[in-house]
């Protein structure tokens, strides 16, 4: 079967740098996807890798190793307003998105 | 530019009951996708359309039926609900199904009794 696995919950200080983890087996890959969900609302687009290595946007980098079925997202200089859910998924062999149950995020001062 | 537009916000439906969720894009994407996120479990894929005209199962399809007539408007009907059918649900929209990025409307939160 498709399994993405995430924690459930982190916790970090404002301003410090935290790191999201996602491992995945999946049938087929066509890239990695990292959405952020603050609650009662819709996902948005955060990263998409699809080759190895890091992807740096702004304060949020994104992580892939292929090989080894892993990703993190990297959040630096942390904001209150980073405290949401952190959803990562896969495009499987047939370009649809598996998804794991999410990462929230509570952010203290 | 109003993106996607889910209708209604929330609904409280009685079980046995006929409810139709409404989806609208006005991006010109070619691909929409129908999910329903359920708390400790990731977003579930219902149905999709790739273009106008097709439609096609996802991971959870069995009480609910989508028709795709037009480019913008990705209906989901639920044909006689059930509590199991209790669910915030997300309509999400592409330009194609192997583009990069999907867009999510608003969502509607459903509660069958």
């Known amino acids: 079967g498709q399994n993405i696995d995430q924690p459930t919950e982190m916790t970090a200080t404002e301003g410090a740098i935290v790191q999201i983890n996602c491992t995945y087996q999946?049938?087929?890959?066509?890239?990695l996807f990292w959405y952020q969900q603050h609650a009662g609302e819709a996902p948005t687009f955060l990263s998409y890798?699809?080759l190895d290595g890091l992807e740096e946007k702004g304060r949020f980098s994104s992580f892939l190793s292929r090989s080894k079925g892993y990703s993190y997202l990297l959040l630096k200089e942390l904001q209150m307003k980073d405290s949401a859910s952190y959803l990562c998924?896969?495009?499987?062999?047939?370009?649809?998105?598996?998804w794991g149950a999410g990462t929230k995020l509570i952010i203290k001062p | 530019i109003a993106g996607i537009t889910q209708a209604p916000t929330s609904q409280i439906l009685a079980a046995g009951r006929r409810m139709t969720l409404r989806c609208t894009q006005d991006?010109?994407?070619?691909?929409m996708y129908w999910y329903r996120q359920d708390l400790g479990l990731g977003l579930r894929l219902i149905h999709y359309s790739n273009t106008a005209g097709t439609t096609g199962k996802g991971e959870v399809p069995d009480g609910y039926s989508v028709s795709r007539a037009n480019t913008d408007d990705f209906p989901l009907t639920l044909a006689s609900a059930v509590p199991s059918q209790t669910s915030v649900y997300f309509c999400a929209s592409s330009e194609d199904t192997s583009s990069d990025t999907q867009y999510f409307g608003p969502g509607t939160r459903l509660t069958v009794l």
């Open positions: 890798n699809v």
């Open positions: 991006m010109r994407h070619n691909a």
């Open positions: 998924a896969v495009k499987d062999s047939n370009y649809q998105l598996i």
């Open positions: 999946t049938s087929g890959f066509n890239g």
